[in-house]
């Protein structure tokens, strides 16, 4: 069946712009991630979402970022006041239930200007 | 919270060669342990993974092992081929809040 998906795949933007990236989940995964991925380095936890709940955020590095999800459907992170700091890839990855295997979309690389 | 380590950053085997990447994780809590392999530019794809329970699991020419322990876990790929290059990550999941915390990576270049 079809994977995690994510759009878009590139965003290029201007520092102190807002920026929203979009993670559609496999069907039926009930929780679903972000992580973030800076150029040569490994994932950084954002945010989990079980159903439409977030009951850890922990990862979120300022006020800045935030993220909402539909149901246990699509899933929105926003960066508000992008700053050139912000600019990696954005991985979102979903799983059957919060205990299970963790399947990641191809990214969104943010690159802020 | 948890802190994973890797090692090494990079690894340069002969194909046909063994290449071993190992992890250290800080807290015991600590009960599940996936590595995905990320080729350049692709999402990160989940190649094999270890629970608590088990000391080793094999598929084909991987494998790998966890030493409670010690908390440490390594991956082990046999017979290895160029197609194996690839960035490599381990990661531990902390039971009470199920993220991973991933290591930084390893850059594993399989030599024809």
């Known amino acids: 069946g079809a994977g995690v998906s994510q759009s878009p795949s590139n965003k290029v933007t201007e520092k102190g712009k807002d920026v929203e990236l979009r993670c559609d989940p496999i069907s039926g995964h009930t929780a679903l991630y972000w992580y973030r991925q800076r150029l040569g380095q490994g994932l950084e936890f954002l945010i989990y979402f079980q159903g439409n709940s977030a009951p850890d955020k922990s990862g979120l590095p300022s006020d800045r970022f935030s993220a909402e999800r539909t149901g246990e459907s699509v899933s929105t992170l926003t960066i508000q006041r992008t700053q050139q700091e912000d600019s990696a890839v954005y991985l979102c990855?979903?799983?059957?239930?919060?205990?299970?295997?963790?399947?990641f979309g191809p990214g969104t690389r943010l690159t802020v200007t | 919270g948890e802190n994973v380590e890797q090692h090494p950053s990079t690894l340069s085997v002969q194909e046909g060669d063994s290449a071993v990447i190992k992890c250290t994780y800080s807290d015991s809590a600590s009960n599940y342990f996936p590595w995905y392999k990320q080729e350049l530019g692709k999402r990160p794809q989940l190649i094999i993974d270890i629970r608590s329970n088990v000391g080793e699991k094999k598929d084909q020419r991987i494998a790998v092992t966890l030493n409670k322990t010690a908390k440490h876990f390594s991956l082990h790929i046999t017979e290895t081929q160029p197609e194996d290059s690839a960035v490599y990550f381990c990661?531990?999941?902390?039971?009470?809040?199920?993220?991973?915390?991933f290591g930084s990576g390893t850059r594993l270049l399989v030599r024809p």
């Open positions: 990661a531990a999941r902390e039971d009470s809040s199920y993220k991973l915390i």
């Open positions: 990855a979903s799983s059957l239930a919060s205990r299970y295997e963790q399947y």
